[in-house]
């Protein structure tokens, strides 16, 4: 089963509050773990020690509305806690990936291996990934799902933005199958890491991957410069971000989106639909991917 993982940055003051708010939202676990790396010592009787900078997360079923679960937090607690919502990595497919360290095909040319492994067939487009940086190893179905639909696009010379980047699998999937440059944005700093290593990893300059978080991006530079526009995050994002996502594409430029359920689709197509016209391309486990070109 597909899970949401919701995450709050906080202080031990609104811990309580906030942990009591996710269960009234439907999540069925909380933890609560050290956001600052910062060691608890052995509490006296009575006490139950928290860290200074606290991370909570809940854990949502995968049709759960994030956006209602948010507008349920006070707005004021949400706003200082650094809030991320993202799919939670299938734990089966994870440990197959880690354990049994199989590299995977995705459509006729491409290749995911793991970084230390000689990939299977040295004549392919191979993908070198450390997984578990950031979301993303291809082994969650929407993950995969782009990849396929990449691999089957003509790509050459294409310029492409990854919105939501993560481990940068996708970005670099672009750049590895013909892409002249690829933006990765994320709202998270450690997956800009993980997207700049796994990009040297393969062996690309780093300006053909320049990495920003969504405020640092360059509006006027990037106005309608993509070819390709790759989001694979949420459907509430997903309508949200709407405008800025097509503010990238080109006239005729191609969007590829998922993160999304099947029984979520007709409501994104029909956001999109008076100015591009989307279509589900592929499913898998009851995640889509959708494709469309601007009109």
Not at 16 to 34: C, K, N, P, R
Not at 169 to 174: D, Q
């Amino acid at each position: 089963m597909a899970w949401l993982q919701l995450s709050l940055d906080t202080n031990p003051d609104h811990v309580a509050t906030l942990e009591e708010q996710m269960l009234a939202t439907g999540a069925v676990a909380v933890t609560m773990g050290d956001n600052a790396d910062q060691p608890v010592l052995e509490p006296a009787v009575g006490e139950t020690p928290l860290w200074d900078q606290t991370r909570l997360t809940g854990l949502y079923p995968a049709d759960a509305d994030m956006d209602e679960v948010l507008q349920a937090f006070p707005a004021q607690l949400l706003q200082q806690a650094n809030q991320r919502v993202e799919i939670l990595e299938d734990k089966d497919w994870e440990r197959e990936w880690m354990v049994h360290y199989q590299p995977m095909q995705f459509g006729r040319r491409l290749w995911v291996c793991p970084s230390w492994l000689e990939p299977p067939d040295p004549d392919a487009v191979n993908l070198l990934l450390d997984p578990g940086l950031a979301f993303g190893t291809g082994t969650h179905p929407t993950t995969a799902l782009c990849l396929r639909e990449l691999d089957g696009m003509q790509l050459h010379d294409q310029t492409v933005v990854d919105y939501g980047c993560g481990s940068g699998i996708l970005a670099v999937a672009a750049l590895k199958l013909g892409a002249s440059q690829v933006l990765g944005v994320d709202n998270d700093p450690q997956a800009l890491v993980a997207t700049r290593d796994n990009g040297l990893r393969n062996g690309l300059p780093a300006q053909r991957l320049p990495v920003a978080l969504p405020g640092q991006v360059e509006q006027q530079e990037w106005t309608e410069r993509a070819g390709v526009v790759i989001a694979n995050i949420l459907a509430g994002p997903l309508i949200d971000l709407s405008d800025t996502l097509l503010h990238f594409l080109q006239p005729n430029g191609t969007l590829l989106l998922s993160g999304l359920l099947l029984s979520q689709a007709d409501t994104l197509c029909a956001h999109y639909a008076d100015r591009i016209t989307m279509q589900v391309v592929g499913e898998r486990d009851g995640w889509v991917c959708l494709r469309g070109n601007l009109h």
